[in-house]
């Protein structure tokens, strides 16, 4: 049974860190890895996915890697900024289609 | 906004009570979620709904009974519920049943059972 683990669970930082978030995943046969947001009294909202045919997707200030043979995952998150403290949730999609997710790192940036 | 809207956003209910939860989602979408989030645990799917067809039911108690009229509606009634099942629902759409890496979520239901 494929397990999602995140760490940290949760983490405080000052305006303007470099930080990185990890996920891990159990089994590799995996179709891809999603990254999502998850705001307080709001849903889950796409950051980045990343296929199982590539090692790493950016947009903006964000970067997601993919090592799916080590079952490795990470966000990396640069410059960050009070508008980031939110809940970043790590999913993957297995074969048979379905998500499955861990239970997050809350993340706060304190400006 | 995202596209899909869930009423009521927070529901107290008795273990003796009946309410549902409604999803409706407005992107022309043909599969539907219903998801529950314990605290500090994973988002656990229980519920999926294809062209209004249920097809999975993630081992949940009766006490959860979802319907689907329509591709657009969803509903979960409860009863009986008991206080484990405090959490936030969440319910999500997609394209169709083969873009479940598409997913657009609602904001949830904060359910307390008391």
């Known amino acids: 049974k494929q397990e999602v683990t995140q760490i940290p669970a949760a983490l405080s930082v000052p305006e303007g860190e470099n930080l990185v978030l990890n996920c891990s995943f159990t089994?590799?046969?995996?179709?891809?890895l999603q990254w999502f947001r998850q705001d307080p009294g709001k849903g889950l909202t796409s950051l980045l996915l990343?296929?199982?045919?590539?090692r790493e997707q950016t947009s903006g200030r964000l970067n997601a890697s993919l090592d799916k043979s080590s079952g490795r995952s990470t966000l990396y998150i640069a410059a960050s900024q009070p508008g980031d403290s939110a809940t970043y949730l790590c999913?993957?999609?297995?074969?048979?289609?379905?998500?499955?997710f861990g239970a997050g790192t809350i993340l706060r940036v304190k400006s | 906004e995202t596209g899909v809207t869930q009423t009521p956003r927070h529901l107290v209910m008795g273990m003796t009570n009946k309410k549902s939860l409604k999803c409706e989602q407005h992107?022309?979408?043909?599969?539907m979620y219903w998801y529950k989030q314990s605290a500090k645990k994973p988002l656990e799917l229980m519920f999926v709904?294809?062209?209004?067809?249920?097809?999975e039911n993630n081992s949940v108690p009766s006490r959860f009974s979802p319907e689907c009229p329509n591709s657009s509606h969803l509903f979960l009634h409860l009863h009986t519920l008991q206080p484990e099942d405090s959490a936030l629902y969440l319910c999500?759409?997609?394209?169709?049943?083969?873009?479940?890496?598409?997913?657009?979520f609602g904001p949830g239901t904060r359910l307390t059972v008391t």
């Open positions: 999500a759409s997609s394209p169709s049943p083969d873009t479940y890496y598409e997913q657009y």
């Open positions: 089994d590799s046969a995996i179709y891809n």
């Open positions: 990343i296929q199982s045919s590539q």
């Open positions: 999913a993957v999609e297995e074969y048979g289609n379905k998500l499955v």
């Open positions: 992107l022309g979408h043909n599969a």
């Open positions: 709904y294809n062209f209004k067809e249920q097809t």
